[in-house]
């Protein structure tokens, strides 16, 4: 059950050190800080198949990054906008891709189960390095592949059902 906006506000009045279930409605964007542009553009665009947003779809706050080259927007099918920017001199996480650098751990996109195979394949074929997988867990199954930024990036889908 979702509480209507104002059981949301009674609610935090009442207790002020936590937010109600069900105030956070959906994740509204992510944010990666990308090093090489074009190689995260053709990754996310290309290889995954995000949608680039362009022209008016671009957030009115990031047109001049837009325009100069700096943020780059991706939608997901559910909507979720994917914000890259350019960050030339970023350095990089580390040598070793195994070692974790960043508090985040991965970003993971769902796929119809009878669509896994096909993605793992795509991923080979543009010869990117899977780090883990493909595993299957009574929750379903995944691969794990490093972005051009060296991120965690993760394919899963649910188990098959029948």
Same mark, same amino acid.
């Given at each position: 059950?979702?509480?209507?906006?104002?059981? @949301?506000? #009674?609610?935090? $009045?009442?207790?002020?050190?936590? @937010?109600?279930?069900?105030?956070?409605?959906?994740?509204?964007?992510?944010?990666?800080?990308?090093?090489?542009? %074009?190689?995260?553009?053709?990754?996310?665009?290309?290889?995954?198949?995000?949608?680039?947003? $362009?022209?008016?779809?671009?957030?009115? $706050?990031?047109?001049?990054?837009?325009?100069?080259?700096?943020?780059?927007?991706?939608? $997901?099918?559910?909507?979720?906008?994917?914000?890259? !920017?350019?960050?030339?001199?970023?350095?990089?996480?580390?040598? %070793?891709?195994?070692? #974790?650098?960043?508090?985040?751990?991965?970003?993971?996109? %769902?796929?119809?189960? @009878?669509?896994?195979?096909?993605?793992? =394949?795509? @991923?080979?074929?543009?010869?990117?390095?899977?780090?883990?997988?493909?595993?299957?867990?009574?929750?379903?199954?995944?691969?794990? !592949?490093? =972005?051009?930024?060296? !991120?965690?990036?993760?394919?899963?889908?649910?188990?098959?059902?029948?």
């Amino acid at each position: 059950m979702v509480s209507s906006p104002q059981n @949301l506000s #009674e609610n935090l $009045t009442q207790s002020p050190s936590v @937010l109600p279930s069900g105030m956070l409605r959906r994740v509204h964007h992510i944010a990666l800080h990308v090093k090489d542009m %074009d190689a995260s553009r053709h990754f996310y665009g290309k290889i995954l198949g995000l949608r680039e947003l $362009t022209g008016d779809e671009v957030p009115l $706050t990031l047109k001049q990054l837009f325009e100069a080259g700096e943020v780059a927007n991706f939608v $997901t099918p559910d909507g979720t906008i994917l914000d890259l !920017f350019w960050k030339p001199n970023l350095a990089p996480p580390d040598p %070793d891709p195994d070692r #974790e650098f960043t508090r985040a751990g991965h970003l993971a996109f %769902d796929i119809d189960p @009878l669509l896994f195979d096909q993605a793992v =394949d795509v @991923l080979r074929q543009n010869q990117l390095t899977i780090a883990h997988g493909p595993v299957s867990r009574p929750t379903g199954r995944g691969v794990y !592949f490093y =972005d051009p930024d060296g !991120f965690l990036v993760e394919i899963r889908c649910d188990p098959v059902m029948g």
